[in-house]
């Protein structure tokens, strides 16, 4: 939106990719539903997954969103992820520390895995009774890389962030056909033992 209220066209959307539903147990699938959440940005028509209905529910669920790699996302992205943490027995400084690793986490596939104006980003939250893990994948198979940032630097601390934030983060190839990688993070529930 701009400062007058008008609402800023986004990129187009990302096109539905009807295959890309991500693997659930068969005793989890039930009450499984396609679902775009409420705070998405309007046209944005990506593939999503969402577990049972209802906050606080211990049930386990899966939220996956793919939309393009371009900055203006950013804040679509950060609320699909938020709006999903209210199913879960988070503190408020977790709920921020996962949505702010979450934005670290697109904003460096954005700026440094997209080749291609037709790219998107596809992030997928997970949550169960204990944690919760934020998956975010891009199709570059270039691995990020932690560096250190000079005290002027206005870039280039994300992944010092990311891994200051979560109790655990790390890499993973992409899913078996895709191109690229996942990069994510993991949060345990307080008072939720470690592993």
Same mark, same amino acid.
């Given at each position: 939106?701009?400062r007058?209220g ?5 990129p %187009?959307p990302?096109p539905?990719d009807a295959g890309?539903?991500p693997?659930?147990?068969? !005793? #989890?699938d039930? /009450? ?6 409420a705070? $998405?940005d309007a046209?944005?028509?990506?593939a &999503?997954? $969402?577990g049972?209905? /209802?906050?606080? !529910?211990?049930?386990?669920?899966r939220?996956?969103s ?6 203006s996302? #950013?804040?679509?992205? =950060?609320?699909?992820v938020?709006g999903?943490?209210?199913r879960?027995p988070?503190s408020a400084d977790?709920? @921020? /520390?996962a949505v +702010?690793?979450?934005?670290e986490l ?5 700026k440094? $895995? =997209?080749?291609?104006?037709?790219d ?5 939250v997970?949550g169960?009774a204990?944690?919760?893990r934020v998956t975010v994948? @891009?199709?570059?198979?270039?691995? %990020? ?6 005290a002027?630097?206005?870039s280039?601390?994300? +992944?010092?962030?990311v891994?200051a934030?979560?109790? @655990?983060?790390?890499m993973?190839?992409p899913? %078996?056909?895709?191109?690229?990688k996942? &990069?994510w993070f993991t ?6 033992p470690s592993?």
């Amino acid at each position: 939106m701009t400062r007058s209220g008008a609402r800023r066209p986004g990129p %187009p959307p990302a096109p539905v990719d009807a295959g890309h539903r991500p693997a659930v147990p068969a !005793s #989890a699938d039930a /009450g499984h539903r396609p679902a775009v959440p409420a705070s $998405a940005d309007a046209g944005h028509r990506s593939a &999503v997954v $969402a577990g049972p209905a /209802g906050a606080g !529910s211990d049930d386990p669920f899966r939220i996956r969103s793919t939309v393009p790699a371009d900055p203006s996302w #950013a804040a679509a992205v =950060r609320r699909l992820v938020a709006g999903q943490l209210a199913r879960l027995p988070l503190s408020a400084d977790q709920r @921020d /520390g996962a949505v +702010l690793a979450t934005d670290e986490l697109f904003a460096n596939a954005v700026k440094h $895995a =997209r080749t291609d104006p037709d790219d998107t980003v596809t992030v997928t939250v997970e949550g169960s009774a204990h944690a919760l893990r934020v998956t975010v994948a @891009d199709s570059s198979p270039v691995l %990020p890389r932690p560096r250190p940032a000079d005290a002027t630097a206005e870039s280039g601390r994300g +992944l010092a962030i990311v891994a200051a934030l979560a109790d @655990d983060w790390g890499m993973s190839p992409p899913e %078996p056909g895709r191109p690229g990688k996942r &990069v994510w993070f993991t949060l345990r529930h307080q008072g939720s033992p470690s592993p």
